[in-house]
């Protein structure tokens, strides 16, 4: 039976997305203790290009990644092929940042990539204090003007700042967050104004790196280091979400709902983000066709009212990260800086245009 395609999105003119975009940064070197097999990993990204899901999202600073996505794009010749990257200036470094700077990386990107322009790059600026993230984001709409960026986009960026990047009239089409059943962080008062603004949320983090899945059903709370920096982070926002026990009562709940459906608990928190206002897709890591596959069982689901209002409930008694979007993230003394690497452009082999 063919897995049912939902309607493309639209993100800006003349471009449209999937609801379903495939996420790279589980690929990056050093992310995890598993070996990658590129050859499944290009079957994967084929298979889902073959049920319309044709957009793939990496960054600057996922190292490897891009240009692991520009093998892939040179292998598949004349295939239409969506990437979404990302400008990430180094946390320590942006006070220095210019003009020069902006093009260097945006044109090591466009040589990594192997095209000639890029599809939707989205900016994140580390601390809000420095001045410079207006002027940084200008440039970026200058190299837009010039034709080496399709479109602007921003991630991992508070409301205000939002808001003023828009008012200052940036040409923003969407906004890259964490968004799940778990980190509800968007919905309070970035999501109403991208609605309200015409951006679009696209939305990492949808399965909380696995966690919202059947193999944690009933299970007890992990004790011993887990495989990959993914588990770490999100383990932190289960923590900050009530704890285990208040994980698993949610677990029953999505996987009540699942059962209904025939369907995977992970299918279930999906389309709830995707069911969220202002929710363009969510972008999920794949590293198999047997993930992508039971991926694809998201597109035909359609959650009825009485799943919505079930969910609710337990997501009612549900606490919420405190903060804004990304906050706690990008405060160091946070305990979710642990695992985030501030300065990967400047790390060794990664800030040279033929690395």
């Known amino acids: 039976m063919t897995t049912p395609v939902t309607p493309r999105r639209l993100l800006a003119a003349g471009y449209d997305i999937p609801p379903v975009i495939a996420g790279a940064w589980q690929l990056s070197q050093g992310h995890s203790q598993q070996t990658l097999d590129q050859g499944a990993l290009f079957r994967t990204w084929d298979m889902l290009a073959a049920h319309g899901c044709d957009t793939l999202d990496c960054a600057d600073i996922y190292t490897g990644v891009e240009s692991l996505i520009g093998d892939y794009r040179a292998a598949r010749p004349g295939r239409r092929i969506q990437v979404h990257t990302k400008f990430v200036p180094d946390r320590d470094a942006l006070s220095t940042v210019d003009r020069a700077y902006v093009t260097r990386i945006v044109?090591?990107?466009l040589v990594r990539l192997r095209t000639e322009a890029l599809d939707l790059v989205q900016f994140h600026w580390w601390r809000y204090e420095v001045p410079g993230m207006l002027e940084v984001a200008?440039?970026?709409?200058?190299?837009r003007q010039a034709g080496k960026i399709r479109h602007l986009a921003l991630t991992n960026t508070n409301t205000d700042q939002t808001r003023a990047l828009l008012d200052a009239g940036i040409p923003l089409v969407a906004t890259q967050v964490q968004y799940s059943v778990l980190d509800r962080r968007p919905a309070s008062?970035?999501?109403?104004?991208?609605v309200a603004r015409g951006?679009?949320?696209?939305?990492?983090g949808s399965v909380a790196g696995g966690f919202l899945g059947e193999a944690w059903r009933g299970a007890s709370?992990?004790?011993?280091?887990?495989?990959?920096?993914?588990?770490?982070?999100?383990?932190?926002?289960?923590?900050?979400?009530?704890?285990?026990?208040?994980?698993q009562r949610l677990l029953e709940a999505l996987a009540d709902i699942a059962s209904r459906h025939a369907v995977g608990i992970a299918n279930v928190a999906q389309r709830w983000v995707l069911d969220q206002p202002g929710v363009g897709a969510v972008i999920v890591g794949f590293r198999g066709e047997a993930s992508a596959r039971r991926t694809l069982a998201t597109l035909g689901l359609t959650l009825t009212p009485a799943d919505h209002s079930e969910l609710a409930a337990v997501l009612h008694a549900l606490p919420i990260p405190s903060g804004d979007v990304y906050d706690a993230e990008r405060d160091p003394s946070s305990v979710h800086a642990g695992i985030i690497r501030y300065n990967l452009n400047a790390a060794a082999g990664n800030d040279t245009l033929d690395s």
Do not use: H, M
Request: charged share 25%; net charge negative.
């Open 138 to 143: 200008g440039y970026l709409d200058e190299l």
């Open 189 to 194: 008062s970035l999501a109403p104004l991208a």
């Open 107 to 109: 044109d090591r990107s």
């Open 199 to 204: 951006l679009q949320l696209l939305c990492y």
């Open 221 to 247: 709370a992990p004790t011993d280091d887990l495989e990959n920096r993914s588990l770490v982070k999100y383990r932190l926002i289960i923590d900050d979400c009530g704890g285990w026990a208040a994980f």
